[in-house]
């Protein structure tokens, strides 16, 4: 297991389809824009640095 990686459990193939999916969408957004300038991705922005904000002070 990676370091800070969640445990994460699959239970239903939905699940594995929607993981996919998110992160297909994932990468084509970061592969189109990855410091997430654009304005379009300005809340995703706000959310991403939120979260490794949290993570940083967790430690």
Known sequence: RQSGTPDLKVAQLADTILLHAARTAAEAILGEDPQLA???HGLLKQKVDAFWAEA????
């Open 56 to 59: 940083r002070k967790a430690g």
């Open 38 to 40: 654009r304005p379009e």
